[in-house]
C-alpha cells in the first residue's frame, strides 16, 4: 500500500517573510509562532517575517527560525485535512521538527534546543578554520577517498550524503581546499566552497555535541505517535529511547539523506511532502527517484494547491 512521508527542511531553506502568509491566513500558525516567541523571550516572529537577512542567517537564529515555520506549516496542513503521514524525517535540523511532528518533543522545548544548539556549533570551531564544500557528480567512494587523502593529520569527511550526485564535505579549511582540487582532477563536475559559518557533521563539532548532550538529557521525550528515520543510521525508529542518542551523533555525523530517502522508499513511501521553507529537499528527492510525488508546504498558495492535487 502507498505510504506519505513528510519531511522537513534544515538550515539553508531560510528566507527573510518565510511563515508570514502562514500567520496571515491561519491561527493555528499564529499559535505556533507566539509559542515560539513566548519560548525563546524575542520576537522571532518578526525576525521571520521582516527582520534583517544577515541576522536571520546567524545560526542560532536560522535553527529555531526554520523549525517554528516548518511547524506552523505543519498545523496548518492538518488543520486543513490532507493525508497524515505514514513516517517523518527531517534533514539535520528538520529532524527536530521532524520529532516535534511525531509528538516526541514539545514545541518549546525543540525551539529553545535548536537555538542552543545554533550556537554551540557556531562557537565549536574559530571562524576560518573550518569549511564545507559542495562536490557535484563524484560517486560516495571518490569522495570519501579523497577526503582520506587530502586530511593529512587534519579532519575531512562527508558532511551531508543528500543524493547520488551531490555530497557536501567539512572539516579544516586548509583539508577541503585540498580535496576540492583532488576530486576536480578525478572526474568530479563542480566542487564548491559553501558560504557556512561552521563545518557542520563532521569531528570538528565535538564539542558542540557534547554541549548540546547534557541538555538533550534534560528533554522530556513522549512516545513516538510515528516512526521516524534518522539522520545518524538512516533507520526507521519507533522507540522514544533512541531519540537522545540520535539527536547527539547527528551533530559531528554525517546526515544520510540519500540512504533516509531509500529507506522510506523501501517502506513504500511514494508521495513525499515537504513541510517548511523552501524546496531543497524536494529536489533531493527527485534526484533520488523520479517516479514519486513531491509537494511541498510553506505558504497558502501551496498549500491549496496540494491539497486539490491530493
Same mark, same amino acid.
Given at each position: 500500500?502507498?505510504?506519505?512521508?513528510? /519531511?522537513?527542511?534544515?538550515?539553508? @531553506?531560510q528566507?527573510?517573510?518565510?511563515?508570514?502568509g502562514?500567520?496571515?491566513n491561519?491561527?493555528?500558525? #499564529?499559535?505556533?509562532? #507566539?509559542?515560539?516567541?513566548?519560548?525563546l523571550?524575542?520576537?522571532?516572529?518578526?525576525?521571520?517575517?521582516?527582520?534583517?537577512?544577515?541576522?536571520?542567517?546567524?545560526?542560532a537564529?536560522?535553527?529555531?527560525?526554520?523549525?517554528?515555520?516548518?511547524?506552523?506549516?505543519?498545523?496548518?496542513?492538518?488543520?486543513?485535512?490532507l493525508?497524515?503521514?505514514?513516517?517523518?524525517?527531517?534533514h539535520?535540523?528538520g529532524?527536530?521538527?521532524?520529532?516535534?511532528?511525531?509528538?516526541?518533543l514539545?514545541?518549546?522545548?525543540?525551539?529553545?534546543?535548536?537555538?542552543?544548539?545554533?550556537t554551540?556549533m557556531?562557537?565549536?570551531?574559530?571562524?576560518?578554520?573550518?569549511?564545507m564544500?559542495?562536490?557535484?557528480?563524484?560517486?560516495?567512494?571518490?569522495?570519501?577517498?579523497?577526503?582520506?587523502?587530502?586530511?593529512?593529520?587534519?579532519?575531512?569527511?562527508?558532511?551531508? /550524503?543528500?543524493?547520488?550526485?551531490?555530497?557536501?564535505?567539512?572539516?579544516?579549511?586548509e583539508? /577541503?581546499?585540498?580535496?576540492?582540487?583532488?576530486?576536480?582532477e578525478r572526474? &568530479?563536475?563542480?566542487?564548491?566552497?559553501?558560504?557556512?559559518?561552521?563545518p557542520?557533521h563532521?569531528?570538528?563539532?565535538?564539542?558542540a555535541?557534547? #554541549?548540546?548532550?547534557?541538555?538533550?538529557?534534560?528533554?522530556?521525550y513522549?512516545?513516538l505517535?510515528?516512526?521516524?528515520?534518522?539522520n545518524?543510521?538512516?533507520? /526507521?525508529?519507533?522507540?522514544?529511547?533512541?531519540?537522545?542518542? &540520535?539527536?547527539?551523533?547527528?551533530?559531528?555525523?554525517?546526515?544520510?539523506?540519500?540512504?533516509?530517502?531509500?529507506?522510506?522508499?523501501d517502506?513504500?513511501?511514494?508521495?513525499?511532502?515537504?513541510?517548511?521553507?523552501?524546496?531543497?529537499? @524536494?529536489?533531493?528527492?527527485?534526484?533520488?527517484?523520479?517516479?514519486?510525488?513531491?509537494?511541498?508546504?510553506?505558504?497558502?498558495?501551496?498549500?491549496?494547491?496540494?491539497?486539490?492535487?491530493?
Amino acid at each position: 500500500m502507498a505510504k506519505t512521508a513528510y /519531511i522537513f527542511p534544515g538550515q539553508g @531553506s531560510q528566507s527573510v517573510g518565510m511563515g508570514k502568509g502562514l500567520f496571515d491566513n491561519f491561527a493555528v500558525a #499564529r499559535e505556533v509562532f #507566539r509559542q515560539a516567541d513566548d519560548a525563546l523571550g524575542f520576537s522571532l516572529s518578526d525576525l521571520c517575517f521582516s527582520g534583517d537577512a544577515e541576522e536571520l542567517q546567524l545560526t542560532a537564529n536560522t535553527q529555531p527560525a526554520i523549525l517554528t515555520t516548518s511547524i506552523a506549516a505543519l498545523r496548518a496542513i492538518e488543520s486543513e485535512g490532507l493525508p497524515k503521514p505514514d513516517l517523518v524525517a527531517g534533514h539535520s535540523l528538520g529532524e527536530y521538527s521532524a520529532l516535534v511532528a511525531a509528538g516526541v518533543l514539545d514545541l518549546a522545548d525543540a525551539v529553545r534546543t535548536v537555538r542552543k544548539r545554533g550556537t554551540y556549533m557556531q562557537e565549536a570551531v574559530p571562524v576560518g578554520v573550518g569549511a564545507m564544500a559542495a562536490i557535484l557528480g563524484a560517486d560516495i567512494e571518490t569522495i570519501e577517498a579523497a577526503c582520506a587523502e587530502a586530511a593529512q593529520g587534519q579532519i575531512c569527511s562527508p558532511a551531508n /550524503i543528500n543524493s547520488p550526485t551531490q555530497v557536501v564535505i567539512a572539516g579544516n579549511s586548509e583539508a /577541503i581546499d585540498r580535496a576540492c582540487e583532488l576530486l576536480k582532477e578525478r572526474g &568530479a563536475k563542480r566542487a564548491i566552497k559553501l558560504n557556512v559559518s561552521a563545518p557542520f557533521h563532521c569531528e570538528l563539532m565535538m564539542p558542540a555535541q557534547e #554541549r548540546l548532550h547534557a541538555d538533550l538529557e534534560t528533554l522530556d521525550y513522549s512516545d513516538l505517535k510515528l516512526p521516524i528515520v534518522h539522520n545518524v543510521d538512516a533507520k /526507521i525508529n519507533r522507540d522514544a529511547l533512541g531519540v537522545c542518542d &540520535a539527536l547527539t551523533r547527528q551533530v559531528s555525523s554525517p546526515v544520510k539523506w540519500l540512504q533516509s530517502i531509500c529507506t522510506l522508499l523501501d517502506e513504500g513511501v511514494d508521495t513525499f511532502i515537504e513541510v517548511g521553507p523552501g524546496k531543497v529537499l @524536494s529536489g533531493l528527492v527527485r534526484q533520488i527517484d523520479r517516479d514519486v510525488r513531491c509537494f511541498n508546504v510553506d505558504s497558502p498558495e501551496n498549500l491549496s494547491s496540494t491539497k486539490e492535487t491530493l
